[in-house]
């Protein structure tokens, strides 16, 4: 049985820095592609960044660039995405997703991309 838990969230003052972990079991890891998404109340689910099987391929979406970052633990199966510079715009329950890599010749972006999907963890930043 596939798992993917977030967890790191809670309540910061703008400025301030987050680091949101995704522990995953019941799927081999190295083998997965891991993206971050988020969704802030009455609004879709966007993207926020994504990794490759080794960390070194990433993307991120524009409106998080160069203030979080997302990385990867092989040995621990965990995803991370620390925040940085957080901005009240932040505030949304950050979803972790995986999906299979192989055959995929670029990082998925969209949702419907996705297979397996965590609980969600909130994060609310405070002005």
């Known amino acids: 049985q596939v798992q993917l838990v977030e967890s790191g969230g809670g309540l910061v003052q703008a400025g301030g820095s987050l680091r949101l972990s995704c522990a995953t079991s019941?799927?081999?890891?190295?083998?997965?592609?891991m993206g971050w998404f988020r969704q802030a109340p009455g609004k879709e689910r966007d993207f926020v960044a994504a990794?490759?099987?080794?960390?070194?391929?990433?993307s991120y979406a524009d409106s998080v660039k160069g203030r979080f970052t997302i990385s990867r633990d092989i040995a621990k199966n965990t995803v991370y995405l620390q925040m940085n510079s957080l901005k009240p715009e932040d505030t949304a329950v950050y979803y972790c997703?995986?999906?299979?890599?192989?055959?995929?010749?670029?990082?998925?972006?969209?949702?419907?991309?996705?297979?397996?999907w965590g609980q969600g963890t909130q994060v609310t930043v405070s002005s």
């Open positions: 990794i490759g099987w080794s960390g070194d391929s990433t």
């Open positions: 019941g799927l081999m890891f190295g083998s997965y592609f």
């Open positions: 997703a995986a999906v299979r890599g192989r055959g995929k010749v670029s990082l998925p972006k969209e949702g419907y991309e996705y297979v397996y």
